[in-house]
Nanobody
Framework: QVRLVESGGGLVQAGGSLRLSCVAS????????MGWFRQTPGKEREFVAV????????GYADSVKGRFTISRDNAKNTVYLQMNSLKPEDTAVYYC????????????????WGQGTQVTVSS
């Protein structure tokens, strides 16, 4: 497992942008596939974006494709989620997650989780 700490959440108006960061420690970051998930009250945690351990492959939920970009900087042990054209329905707690040598959207494969960061998009 690797320890993950998210930052960058906050309040933004619809159409605006935010960049979330997730800093990893206590593990070998460059062998961890990383994902972003989000959760709203009363709903299950849902997949948002994923990136493999090298950054060569990425994937996105249909709801965010074209608006969100996941990236990583292994030299800084950090994964990012750039969120553009934000919508009120993007409001959620966003979680960073890691899975050793895994690339995919299956939440059950992720065993390292951050504490979450709140993103609120106003109308």
């Amino acid at each position: 497992q690797v320890r993950l700490v998210e930052s960058g959440g906050g309040l933004v108006q619809a159409g605006g942008s935010l960049r979330l960061s997730c800093v990893a420690s206590g593990g070998t970051f460059n062998i961890y596939g990383m994902g972003w998930f989000r959760q709203t009250p009363g709903k299950e945690r849902e997949f948002v974006a994923v990136i493999d351990w090298t950054g060569a492959r990425t994937g996105y939920a249909d709801s965010v494709k074209g608006r969100f970009t996941i990236s990583r900087d292994n030299a800084k042990n950090t994964v990012y989620l750039q969120m553009n054209s934000l919508k009120p329905e993007d409001t959620a707690v966003y979680y960073c997650a890691g899975a050793r040598l895994f690339f995919g959207l299956n939440i059950k494969n992720y065993d390292s989780w951050g504490q979450g960061t709140q993103v609120t998009v106003s109308s």
